[in-house]
C-alpha cells in the first residue's frame, strides 16, 4: 500500500461509520477516490446553499434550546473538472458531482463530502 493511500486510510478509518470490515472497505475507498481526484486536478468548491433547508435541524439545536437564535451555514458542495485554460469559473468547466444541504460542515467533514464526491465521479 502507498505510503500517502495508508496515511489517508489512517485518517478515514475512525470517522466512517459501519461495522469494522465495512468501515475498513469505505475507508480505502476514500483514501483511494481523495487520491484520484488530487491526481486527476479536481477542484472541490463549496458555496452557499440558497436552497438549503435546516428541517427538523432547528428542533435540536442547543442555542435554540437556551431561547437564543440558533445561527447555521448551509452550503452545497462540487467536485470540478476545471477547464485547461479559464480554471473553475469557465463554462467547459464540468462538474462530476455535488451535494447541497450540508449544515455547519468543520473542516473534517468536508474532507469526507469532498472524498464521498470524488468516489462517485471515479465510480461514473
Known amino acids: 500500500m502507498r505510503n500517502d493511500l495508508r496515511k489517508r486510510f ?6 466512517v461509520g459501519g461495522i469494522f ?8 475507498d ?3 477516490a481523495e ?3 488530487s491526481d486527476q486536478a479536481l477542484e472541490t468548491v ?11 435541524h432547528e428542533y435540536w439545536c442547543a442555542a435554540a434550546k437556551r431561547g ?4 447555521h451555514v448551509i452550503e452545497w458542495c462540487a467536485l470540478i473538472r476545471p ?3 479559464h480554471g473553475i469559473d469557465c463554462r467547459h468547466a464540468e462538474t462530476l458531482a455535488s451535494l447541497g444541504g450540508i449544515i455547519d460542515a468543520d473542516s473534517e467533514y468536508r474532507r469526507i463530502v ?3 464526491l470524488a468516489s462517485e465521479a471515479m465510480a461514473s
Open 21 to 28: 470490515g465495512q468501515r475498513a472497505k469505505t475507508a480505502i
Open 68 to 71: 437564543e437564535r440558533c445561527e
Open 83 to 85: 477547464c485547461d485554460d
Open 46 to 56: 463549496w458555496q452557499f446553499d440558497q436552497d438549503g433547508e435546516l428541517g427538523d
Open 35 to 37: 487520491i484520484w481526484a
Open 30 to 32: 476514500l483514501a483511494r
Open 10 to 15: 489512517r485518517w478515514f478509518l475512525p470517522r
Open 114 to 116: 469532498a472524498a464521498e
